[in-house]
């Protein structure tokens, strides 16, 4: 499977006559899995219309940061947000200087400016402006702040140059944009997540559980697996497939939950608990479904065990990270979670804001450990996982 399968990738075309190459780029993206939506600067418009790209890709092409019909839809803050990667290919220089002053003059570089996604750049210009000392300069500047650069090859140009400045050729742009979602720095690591709610039975046919959608848990699976480890999914009940090369195991309740997590920590390097465990279970569930034939019903409740806490307690305990759902004083609370429950790390999340956390596909976190704290601003959750499992990867290592 390519690394590349389900990712997002927000496509850029600046004006360049290499711009005739993204056409193809798209399908070798769309070949390895990914989901491509295409953005062109106005200059693009005039190498390779937008109806091609829009043909290609099977969705709209933006082009336009005033556009009143997209931001009632996806809108440049959404589209920001939607992205793993954005790869800008072909990379003007004029759009790698704007990149590199953090202009945002137009819907890519604005967008560039808006997203926490990779971001990848493909130039593709002349060779002197290649060369040109501002040129370098602006291109190692982006690639101190993270950015990723693809190319330029060197050889013959559409100017009749001959030197470094051509694009890569689409196929190898697609083998980079896979490299970008694969890292080794979990390789030979186990990791166990636990994901999605509990269902803690009231009788044969009903339960008590919660809204939890599964989504950060199978994206920290996923971004886990993507960085080499070997990992074990214990999720309740999602509406979500089984991350790819993840051993899955399903259960129901907050007790199956706890039996599976212990016996796998302890082969585990790093233990993850983002499940919604159910605090309380019924005490005694009901064998038979019950009559609804008193005015009022009285459950008595008895406390679930504490997985996470557990996990941290033994003997060989693994790298313990734990989530902290709350909806005030939301650091505090977390610090004073990470103590009680002995974890190394604790990722602290605000679910009063109704936009990110429970089922939600964004979320924006505070990552709290002993050595200090860190914030992860709003962004999609698989890309936040990734951020996450990098921030674990670079503890570990
Ligand atoms: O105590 P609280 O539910 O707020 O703690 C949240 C963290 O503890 C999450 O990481 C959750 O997966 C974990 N947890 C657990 N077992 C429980 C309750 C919470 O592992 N019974």
Redesign the pocket.
């Known amino acids: 499977m390519s690394s590349l399968t389900n990712k997002r990738i927000l496509l850029g075309v600046c004006g360049g006559i290499a711009a005739y190459k993204s056409a193809e780029l798209i399908r070798k993206l769309q070949i390895r899995g990914a989901d491509v939506r295409v953005v062109m600067t106005p200059a693009a418009k005039a190498f390779i219309t937008p109806l091609t790209l829009q043909a290609l890709s099977g969705h709209s092409v933006r082009d336009s940061l005033l556009d009143p019909d997209a931001e009632g839809g996806m809108g440049h803050i959404e589209l920001a947000r939607w992205a793993d990667l954005i790869l800008v290919a072909p990379a003007t220089a004029d759009f790698i200087s704007k990149l590199a002053i953090g202009e945002g003059s137009d819907l890519l570089s604005t967008l560039c400016l808006a997203s926490p996604a990779l971001l990848a750049l493909a130039p593709a210009m002349n060779q002197q402006m290649w060369a040109a000392q501002i040129t370098q300069e602006n291109v190692s500047l982006l690639e101190q702040r993270g950015a990723a650069l693809c190319g330029p090859a060197a050889g013959e140009q559409a100017c009749g140059d001959v030197g470094p400045g051509r694009m890569l050729e689409p196929e190898e742009l697609a083998v980079k944009a896979e490299a970008l979602f694969e890292c080794a720095e979990l390789s030979g690591k186990t990791v166990v997540i ?1 994901a999605g709610p509990t269902r803690e039975p009231i009788d044969p046919v009903r339960y008590i559980s919660n809204h939890s959608s599964g989504k950060m848990g199978y994206a920290l699976a996923e971004a886990a697996v993507e960085a080499g480890a070997k990992v074990y999914l214990i999720t309740g009940p999602c509406q979500l497939a089984g991350p790819e090369r993840v051993s899955v195991e399903q259960v129901e309740t ?1 007790a199956q939950m706890h039996k599976s997590a212990l016996a796998l920590a302890a082969k585990a390097d790093v233990f993850i ?5 159910a ?1 309380y279970r019924i005490a005694t569930p009901a064998k038979e479904k019950i009559k609804k034939t008193d005015n009022t019903l009285t459950l008595e409740l008895t406390k ?5 806490s557990d996990v941290a307690s033994l003997e060989q305990s693994p790298f313990v990270v ?4 709350e909806t005030n004083h939301v650091v505090e609370h977390a610090r004073e ?1 990470r103590l009680r ?1 002995n974890l190394d790390l604790i990722i602290a999340n605000d679910v009063s804001d109704q936009s990110i956390g429970f089922n939600s596909d964004d979320n924006a976190v505070t990552l709290i450990a002993e050595s200090g704290e860190q914030v992860l601003g709003r962004r999609n959750k698989r890309l936040l996982a990734r951020d996450i499992i990098q921030h674990i990867a670079a503890v570990l290592s």
């Open positions: 636990t907050a608990g983002a499940a919604a465990v605090d679930n065990p504490d997985i996470i734990g989530f902290a759902a979670k429950k």
